[in-house]
């Protein structure tokens, strides 16, 4: 059984840095696409970013395009994803999901398993 656990959130004051952890276990995810989204209260789940099992590749939202970094280490089985200059409207409960594909997609529907999410809060 796949499983995926976030850790790293917390509260940061705006401008500062956060780096997320998603550790995977149950299934080896070398191939398989995975992404980071994200929901804020009152909002749907948004797409984030995702990066292509080899980590070559990767796809970025605009709102967070040269401040956040998605990044895999295979090895570990873990994908993080690096937050700077953070903003208050960043603050949203983030979740990684994975898809068994290494085709890179943006819509949630298409992602077969889900972590349960870490807050983050940035105060201003």
């Known amino acids: 059984q796949m499983q995926l656990v976030e850790s790293g959130g917390g509260l940061v004051q705006a401008g500062g840095p956060l780096r997320l952890s998603c550790a995977a276990s149950g299934r080896t995810f070398r191939t398989d696409a995975t992404a980071w989204f994200r929901q804020a209260p009152g909002k749907e789940r948004e797409f984030v970013a995702v990066?292509?099992?080899?980590?070559?590749?990767?796809y970025y939202a605009d709102s967070v395009k040269g401040r956040f970094t998605i990044s895999r280490d295979n090895a570990k089985n873990t994908m993080y994803l690096w937050m700077n200059s953070l903003k208050p409207e960043d603050t949203a409960i983030y979740y990684c999901?994975?898809?068994?594909?290494?085709?890179?997609?943006?819509?949630?529907?298409?992602?077969?398993?889900w972590g349960q999410g870490t807050q983050v809060t940035v105060s201003s």
């Open positions: 990066i292509r099992g080899s980590g070559g590749s990767t």
């Open positions: 999901a994975l898809r068994t594909s290494s085709l890179l997609t943006t819509n949630a529907d298409d992602y077969d398993y």
